[in-house]
């Protein structure tokens, strides 16, 4: 049960970074920042692929995965859509926060002496370096848009 409570606290912020996401690239591309777009569609898809890993890892251990972000995915919609008002730069900061949230959040996940080896495995091999590559990502297009 434990594993599966982890799993769904993890799904709840990818999830939140899907729909996070697809509010970013629908904002950016009325506003023509198609080249930002260009960069966020690889990331959106990596988190729509780390959603369905997620769901698949609470089915393999008898759960029933969350189908909704809450009140994390409520939030982050509250803020970008605040920020998308403030333009493309702070928008990139948004979503830049919440990849680092995402992280710390795998990071603390580790931590844990009884989680499952597969569920370790995937974030240790995919999840996380995903993670950290969408970070990566993100400071190169907040310099570029500094």
Known sequence: MHNIETINKLLK????????????????????????AEHLM????????AVASLQTQSRNLGGTPDMDSGTWGAWAKLVLGGATILGN???????????KSGADDYDEVLKDTELAADLRSLIETKLLPAQQAHIRILDRLLLDAA
């Not at 999830?15 to 198609?34: F, G, I, R």
């Not at 730069?89 to 990849?99: F, S, T, Y």
């Open 42 to 49: 690889p990331i959106y898809e990596d988190h729509k692929v």
């Open 13 to 36: 912020d990818e999830l939140a970074a899907t729909e996070t996401y697809q509010q970013a690239l629908n904002k950016l591309k009325e506003h023509v920042s198609l080249g930002e």
């Open 89 to 99: 730069k702070i928008v990139l900061q948004a979503l830049h926060e919440g990849e």
